[in-house]
């Protein structure tokens, strides 16, 4: 069964460095998103992404936070000059259509120290 | 802005018996969807159960089931026959149909506890 791939599945970076993470969407998806969910806390929408380009963001998405699709299976987040209050769990998700059931991946945990 | 409210931060029930999970949400929309997610330990996100909130019938899959009332802005979920494998923190999730690529906006989640 397809599934969203997330890499790696644990990250831990000093405060201040730039951190990417991965994301293989499944194939034939079109829809991308990011969410993060800070330890014991709900899930948060950063964003979506359409056809190369952003198409919705969070507050929470603001300057320090970029997405690319580099290639044609690779999805990732950046996080420039990462704080303490980053740290969380990321999940990756995509979609078929914009309608359509969202399958998430298995999340990459990243800790700020 | 939307909000979902998950009113149970834990909820336990012996293997076999029937619980109910209650959500409610508020939207000024009236086109949209409604899901509930489960996270078990693995910590990865499962959808078990849809909701498109034009359709008045409730949504159903195998043990899991719904009860949609828009009008009161609720949608609690239903397991029916627990088993062991529920158990997990089950998210409620709201998105607005139509548009651009929203997001999903979730509640606080429900810690649901199987009792052998």
């Known amino acids: 069964e397809p599934e969203v791939t997330q890499t790696p599945s644990h990250q831990v970076t000093q405060m201040g460095q730039e951190v990417i993470l991965r994301c293989v969407p499944i194939?034939?998806?079109?829809?991308f998103y990011w969410y993060r969910q800070i330890l014991g806390q709900k899930v948060e929408f950063l964003v979506s992404?359409?056809?190369?380009?952003?198409?919705?963001k969070s507050e929470i998405f603001d300057d320090q936070f970029s997405v690319e699709r580099p290639d044609g299976s690779n999805f990732t987040l950046k996080i420039r000059s990462t704080k303490l209050e980053d740290s969380a769990m990321y999940f990756c998700?995509?979609?078929?259509?914009?309608?359509?059931?969202?399958?998430f991946g298995q999340g990459t945990r990243l800790t700020v120290v | 802005a939307q909000t979902v409210t998950q009113s149970q931060p834990e909820m336990s029930v012996q293997e076999a018996e029937t619980v109910t999970l209650s959500c409610t949400y508020d939207?000024?929309?009236?086109?949209?969807?409604l899901f509930w997610y489960k996270q078990p330990p693995s910590r990865q996100m499962i959808l078990v159960i849809r909701?498109?909130?034009?359709?008045?019938q409730n949504a159903t899959e195998n043990r899991f089931s719904v009860n949609f009332q828009k009008a009161a802005k609720s949608f609690s979920l239903k397991i029916s026959d627990s088993q062991l494998g529920d158990a997990a923190m089950y998210f409620c999730?709201?998105?607005?149909?139509?548009?651009?690529?929203?997001?999903?906006?979730f509640g606080k989640g429900t810690h649901l506890i199987i009792q052998p």
């Open positions: 194939s034939n998806h079109l829809y």
């Open positions: 998700a995509s979609s078929e259509w914009v309608n359509t059931e969202a399958f």
């Open positions: 999730a709201y998105r607005i149909s139509g548009g651009g690529a929203d997001g999903l906006t």
């Open positions: 909701q498109e909130a034009y359709k008045q």
């Open positions: 939207t000024s929309e009236s086109d949209y969807y």
């Open positions: 992404f359409y056809n190369n380009e952003i198409s919705e």
